[in-house]
């Protein structure tokens, strides 16, 4: 078997003395879709961080396309191709929606207007309110800022932690949509949402975290169809 295109292998850290990852593995292919469930405080957003090169492993590595990454700083991971969208603080609020978009593209040297207009395309509201302070804009809105801000790094993985944190049903379908839009671009998606149902539905491979570890692991549909999932996870 292949190796997958992003891997945390058998992670292991914390902040403290403590463990927060207790050996999980959380993996991406190309072009897929990654979820990652679990309870609040299961170290979701942790394992986002290790993989992002934000927490120093005690245990594990992390590989991208096969190299191991796990020294690296996120400065360096950016440049390898990996954007995170933290769960929160993740835009400039006082900042226009389109200089959150050029701040994304800071350590590009090359036409960043291909991308800009991409993102726009995507996401058409943003180019309406492009003048804008980001702040100013709804929950879903600047959803799409944070995540238009990742895209124009040109990443090869885009990592979002809850990104329909707060949003309407609505809005987190459109969301959603749009992120399918995106992985079937190549770029292989890993995030994390506490809308477990939905986003089970969109993912092609699906985590259960429990404690900093993986308690049941499969595809979208796999974990909709365990019962046991289902009963402690997906309210029945
Ligand atoms: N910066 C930090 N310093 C110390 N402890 C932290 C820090 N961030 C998180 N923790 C603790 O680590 C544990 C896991 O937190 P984490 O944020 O990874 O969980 P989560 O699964 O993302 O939860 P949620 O669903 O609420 O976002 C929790 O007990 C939390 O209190
Ligand atoms: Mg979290």
């Given amino acids: ?33 990654a979820v990652i469930v679990g309870p609040n405080g299961a170290g979701k957003s942790t394992a986002m961080k290790a993989v992002f090169g934000m927490l ?36 400039f609020a006082s900042m226009s929606v389109e200089e959150n978009l050029e701040m994304g593209a800071f350590l590009r040297r090359d036409d960043i207007r ?13 180019r309406d309110k492009r003048h804008q302070p980001a702040g100013e804009l709804s929950g879903g809105q600047r959803q799409q800022v944070a995540v238009g ?31 399918i839009e995106i992985a ?22 699906g985590y259960v975290l429990v404690q900093g570890a993986n308690r049941f692991t499969g595809t979208g549909a796999e974990l909709m169809a365990d019962p046991d999932v289902r009963r402690t996870f997906l309210g029945g």
Avoid: W
């Fill in 184 to 205: 079937r671009t190549g770029i292989s998606i890993l995030m994390v949402e506490q809308n477990a149902r939905q986003a089970l539905m969109i993912a092609d491979r």
């Fill in 114 to 126: 291909p991308t800009l207009e991409m993102v726009y395309h995507l996401f058409p509201i943003l």
């Fill in 56 to 91: 120093r492993l005690r245990g594990g590595h992390v590989r991208l396309d096969g190299q191991d990454i796990s020294a690296l700083s996120p400065q360096d991971r950016v440049a390898r191709g990996m954007a995170f969208v933290p769960q929160t603080h993740n835009i």
């Fill in 149 to 179: 801000r990742a895209l124009m790094t040109q990443p090869k993985v885009l990592m979002l932690d809850e990104p329909t944190a707060g949003v309407s049903p609505i809005v987190m379908d459109e969301l959603f949509d749009r992120i």
């Fill in 1 to 33: 078997m292949s190796e997958p295109f992003l891997i945390g292998e058998a992670m292991v850290g914390g902040y403290g003395a403590a463990n927060i990852l207790n050996g999980c593995t959380i993996a991406v292919e190309k072009g897929e879709i």
